[in-house]
Each structure stands twice: as C-alpha cells, then as structure tokens.
C-alpha cells in the first residue's frame, strides 16, 4: 500500500510540474544598456533595411541636327513622270530633299455644269421647273444630242466659277456635275528639290536634263 502511494504521489507531482511549465508567463527579454551620448548603436547587416534598386538611367545622347536647305529650286517640266523619275535618281545623294509635282494639264474650253439626262423630256422639264422654282437660272433642257433630256446649268471658263455654281445646286438638292469642255492638255511633271549650302544649282539642272532651275521657296519642302 505504501509504495502504491508513494506512486500516486510521484504521479500528481509531476502532472503538476507539467502544468505550470505550460502555463508560465513568457520570460521579458533583458533590456538593452544604455548607450552615452552621441554614440550609435551598431547595426547588423541582416538588420539593415534593404534600399530599393534604382534603374540605370540612360544617357542621353546629344541629336544631330540634319543640315539646312540654303538652296530650293524646281527642275523641269518634264512631260512623262518616267523622266521625271530618271532625274531623280540621277541626282540621289546630290541633294538633302527632293519630290514630283504633276501640274495637270489645263483644259480648253472650259467647265460646264449639267443635270445628268432624265428618263424622258417630261421627267427633264419638270425638273427645270423645281430648279427655276428654287431661284435659279441661266438652265436649258437638252433636246438632242449625247445630253438629250439633260438639263445645262450653265458654260464657264474658270474652274473656280463652275464650282461654285455646282456647290449651290447640291446645296439646294439638285444632283449637278461639273464636266471639262474639250480636251484638257498633258500633265507636267517638275522635281521640286533642295541642297546644302555651296551646291552648284546649274550643275545640278544639266544632270537631271532640266531647263533653267525655277526658284522655290525652301518652306514648301519642310
């Protein structure tokens, strides 16, 4: 009975130990000695906080101006664009720029403005009616001809002008069309071309199979 006891005894001991070690306030760390004045604290370099990687910052790099246009003129006329692009590659890495201009042929006789020809003479008349109606004049319905049951609204020798009239039929609801009278003559093709300073012009337009280079305003080729 006695050791049977004693067994017990050791038994509740120990479960007793065993709850107090589990149960027992965390031990408060020791604090740091006071350091004197103006002295840091030495700092680990696993503590150090770590500093964000800057990216490399590229170099600029000083721009190289192109050279300036001292001198602009114009070659030709030529009558092909052929000729006009055989200059042009007679004359590569002679100038600093260098285009066509088509100049197209000017008609002539003029520009007139029509009513496209209705289904019947009825149909026509009646349309020069709303079209009299709305304040214009100067029309007449065509009788015969390639335009019969058409409506001319008018002959003029500038292109501007015929615009104009045009622009007020549509605006007015009338489906008119501008047409050139006569046959307008071949286009021209010029190289419109700039060069550094010193550049000999002439030598230049005898190169490209150029008449007298026509002066040219260097603004219009930048």
């Known amino acids: 009975m006695l050791i049977r006891a004693l067994i017990v005894l050791l038994v509740v001991l120990n479960l007793g130990a065993a709850a107090w070690w589990l149960t027992r306030p965390a031990p408060t760390p020791p604090a740091e000695p006071a350091l004197p004045a103006g002295v840091a604290r030495l700092q680990l370099v696993n503590e150090a906080p770590s500093m964000p990687t800057q990216a490399p910052v590229p170099q600029a790099r000083d721009a190289v101006p192109p050279a300036a246009l001292a001198a602009c003129f114009s070659l030709g006329p030529y009558t092909r664009e052929s000729s006009a692009l055989q200059a042009q590659a007679a004359l590569a890495g002679r100038l600093l720029h260098a285009r066509l201009r088509e100049v197209p042929g000017a008609g002539t006789g003029g520009y007139q403005v029509v009513m496209p020809p209705a289904a019947s003479l ?43 009239r045009l622009t007020q039929l549509l605006a007015a609801g009338f489906p008119a069309q501008m047409q050139p009278v006569g046959r307008a003559g071949p286009s021209l093709w010029w190289l419109d071309a700039g060069a550094a300073a010193g550049a000999d012009v002439d030598a230049l337009a005898r190169l490209a199979s150029s008449g007298a280079p026509q002066p040219l305003e260097c603004a219009a080729l930048r």
Do not use: C, K, M, P
């Not at 008349?125 to 008018?154: C, K, M, Y």
């Open 122 to 164: 009825e149909e026509a008349q009646a349309t020069a009616g709303r079209i009299g109606a709305a304040g214009f004049d100067d029309f007449l319905v065509v009788r015969q001809g390639e335009q019969a049951n058409g409506i001319a609204l008018g002959r003029y020798r500038s292109r501007e002008a015929a615009e104009r």
